[in-house]
């Protein structure tokens, strides 16, 4: 299941379409995690702006994957700039969850990495109190230092990207601190599907690499899952491939984020088994 996820690849997709059409395009951040795709659109003319204002006359306006915040969106559909939300529909059903499930008396506590914009994007869909946690021990940190959870209404959900196994021990306190939890399971399947996947290669390897961009969440997650099993490199493109000594390994696993595209994971492989049989 490695490179492009279904959500990346519809975006993608998305922006092609846009260009093929002779459209100007923008877009609102990066539209992935990934600077080689990027790196990419820049050179064939598409902008990356950060304020709608921003975006040049007659330009199409693309909403990342990862989804905006609410007031983010309210500013884009009052900017009267045209624009296609690319978010992907995984990220656009949690923002459901937690505006039909949340009011002023329920607490709303978001599972992921509080710096990342998908969970800054969720958190705005809150409309009363809401906390971001990064894992089962922050989790419990916050129920057992704010008793009145006990009390409270509270909705649990994850960021897209989270990991399964902290995701489980989260579930296992909640159900023993709380009596008022619901409970929405929202990892997305492509990624419980790459961590699973990546693990049990991870077990047969004598290394790893992982193919995918620094910045993107769910590549830093499957290189988590992987280093528990054998010594696992992180790399962005082929070239960085110089700098890791696999000279002892006689299995090298490789799998790749949700946001890389299938040629980079090529090129790797390619230089891969060049040196392997220089
Ligand atoms: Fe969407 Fe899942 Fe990809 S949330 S962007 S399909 S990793």
């Not at 649990?156 to 902290?166: A, G, H, P, R, Y």
């Not at 290669?201 to 290394?207: G, H, I, P, V």
């Not at 696992?232 to 000279?247: F, M, P």
Request: with cysteine; hydrophobic share 35%.
């Amino acid at each position: 299941t490695a490179g492009f996820c279904f959500g990346v690849d519809r975006a993608i997709k998305l922006i092609e379409k846009l260009l093929s059409e002779g459209k100007k395009v923008a877009t609102l951040g990066p539209i992935i995690h990934n600077p080689q795709v990027i790196e990419d659109f820049k050179n064939r003319g598409v902008d990356i702006v950060e304020h709608p204002s921003e975006v040049k006359n007659g330009a199409v306006l693309v909403l990342r994957t990862h989804g905006v915040t609410e007031d983010v969106l309210e500013e884009v559909k009052n900017s009267g700039v045209e624009f296609i939300d690319a978010a992907c529909p995984f990220v656009n059903k949690i923002h459901k969850i937690v505006r039909d499930n949340s009011n002023e008396n329920v607490v709303t506590i978001i599972l992921g990495d509080p710096s990342h914009p998908e969970v800054h994007g969720i958190k705005s869909c809150a409309k009363g109190e809401s906390y971001v946690v990064k894992d089962s021990s922050e989790l419990e940190d916050l129920l057992q230092k704010n008793n009145l959870f006990s009390q409270k209404e509270l909705i649990l959900v994850e960021q897209t990207t989270f990991s399964v196994k902290e995701w489980e021990k989260s579930l296992k306190k909640v159900k023993l601190l709380c009596t008022n939890a619901k409970i929405f399971d929202t990892i997305c399947s492509a990624t419980n599907e790459r961590q699973e996947e990546a693990m049990r290669l991870a077990k047969t390897c004598d290394a790893m690499i992982i193919v995918g961009g620094r910045q993107s969440s769910n590549t830093a997650k499957l290189k988590a899952v992987c280093e528990n099993c054998c010594p696992t490199y992180l790399i962005e493109t082929a070239r960085e491939l110089s700098d890791i000594d696999l000279s002892g390994c006689k299995k090298v696993g490789v799998t790749a984020g949700a946001s890389t595209p299938a040629a980079i994971i090529k090129e790797v492989l390619s230089t891969m088994s060049e040196s392997t049989n220089a």
